[in-house]
């Protein structure tokens, strides 16, 4: 018999998720991290934004899941304690041609099933956040902020509360196919040898690279890495809006948008910044170039011509696994399964960025249903996962 039931590599957001599920399901878990502590990158270094579901192409992973993670997600903050709050996002033209591009949103998100969305009139838009410039707008009431720290801390307490367990600086060495499903080697300080059933690559940043170290596992099956490193300036002083507030989205991103933390602070960002084709994700660079200010003010001012000048401090910056290099349109999610790659017990998941974190619950379920197709494993996907 295998040591575990199922191996998780990643103990970000989606990772920790999965492993939740399975664990739920009735699953022995192990959870591989290759650094200190889990969350250290893409889950520590976003907007913490709670995503309705406006922009995604309609029947695409990003829309189902993040639409359907988003309604499970609410709930299981509330149920666990964890700081959030639905303070809604104004999406703004900042002039008349952009009025076309928001009304194509709401267009969207109506064929997504976004509930509460509601174009705005200049008037109406200026009612609710009098600081924007506004010709128009779309009101997003389902949007919100959460602390994505406590949601992962809450996820990893409900794994180990089911009896899984969670190996930090333990990066996965290899993984070998076998009739029973997989040895692992891990790496780091402490190097081990065991068995598990099931393995799912949830490694953001490192999933490519961690894909290639699973023998049996075609390169066809490993798509390109793009990175997109994205940099957030703090503002000084009180916030002087009500909620989010984003520009018209622009290529590889949703534009400089302005977001509210759970303690009121206000933060910009992020930018884009594409990095050189065949730029390794390690180690990854997180600094924010003060200098970088300039373009952000100018950026900010399109929606709030009030931002005093030398208001901008550097915050921090995180960094984005795409699918599509620049200049092409956004790729959707990935999820392979051994219909895709032949490899049987194995899910890779690729390019899981933003509404990544928005989607995590809803991919936990999808994993959790693939990996269950054909094995015994008993799975419900009309709820929330319950041991069998």
């Given amino acids: 018999m295998p040591d575990f039931d199922a191996t998780i590599v990643g103990a970000g957001a989606v990772g920790l998720a999965c492993a939740a599920a399975l664990a739920d399901a009735g699953q022995s878990v192990l959870i591989l991290e290759a650094e200190a502590l889990p969350g250290s990158h893409t889950s520590a270094r976003n907007s913490e934004v709670i995503h309705a579901g406006l922009y ?4 695409s992973l990003k829309h189902r899941l993040s639409v359907r993670g988003r309604r499970l997600l609410y709930p299981f ?5 964890v700081a959030h709050r639905k303070c809604g996002k104004l999406v703004t033209a900042t002039s008349p041609a952009e009025l076309p591009a928001i009304e194509a949103i709401a267009a969207r998100a109506a064929a997504n099933g976004v509930e509460n969305i509601r174009l705005l009139t200049a008037a109406e838009a200026r009612a609710r956040e009098p600081e924007v410039q506004s010709h128009g707008a779309l009101l997003s009431a389902e949007t919100g902020i959460l602390d994505s720290h406590g949601y992962m801390a809450a996820l990893l307490a409900r794994i180990e509360a089911q009896g899984g367990l969670l190996a930090c600086r333990s990066p996965l060495a290899s993984a ?9 080697t891990t790496g780091g300080d402490d190097p081990a040898h065991l068995t598990t059933a099931r393995l799912v690559n949830s490694a953001g940043l490192f999933a490519q690279a961690t894909a290639g170290r699973i023998m049996g596992l075609s ?7 793009h990175l997109a490193r994205g940099c957030y300036f703090g503002l000084t002083g009180k916030s002087p809006f009500q909620g989010l507030v984003y520009p018209a989205p622009v290529e590889g991103g949703l534009g400089i948008h302005a977001t509210i933390d759970l303690a ?17 994700a390690s180690p990854p660079d997180y600094s924010v170039d003060p200098a970088r200010a300039a373009a952000f003010a100018t950026a900010i001012r399109r929606y709030w011509p009030g931002l005093p000048e030398g208001a901008l401090y550097p915050d921090y910056a995180g960094i984005r696994p795409k699918l599509a290099p620049r200049g092409s349109p956004d790729a959707d999610f990935r999820i392979d399964g051994p219909e895709v790659h032949g490899v049987e017990g194995l899910v890779n998941l690729f390019g899981i960025e933003s509404p990544g974190l928005t989607a995590s619950l809803a991919i936990a379920e999808e994993v959790a249903a693939r990996l269950a197709e054909g094995s015994g494993m008993t799975w419900r996907k009309d709820g929330p996962p319950q041991r069998p």
């Fill in 264 to 280: 009121g602070r206000t933060r910009f960002g992020p930018d884009v910044e594409w990095l050189p084709p065949g730029a390794a």
């Fill in 219 to 225: 390169p066809e099956h490993v798509p390109a890495l």
């Fill in 176 to 184: 070998e196919p076998t009739p029973d499903g997989f040895n692992l």
């Fill in 56 to 59: 995604y192409p309609t029947g």
């Fill in 77 to 81: 903050l509330a149920a666990h304690g």
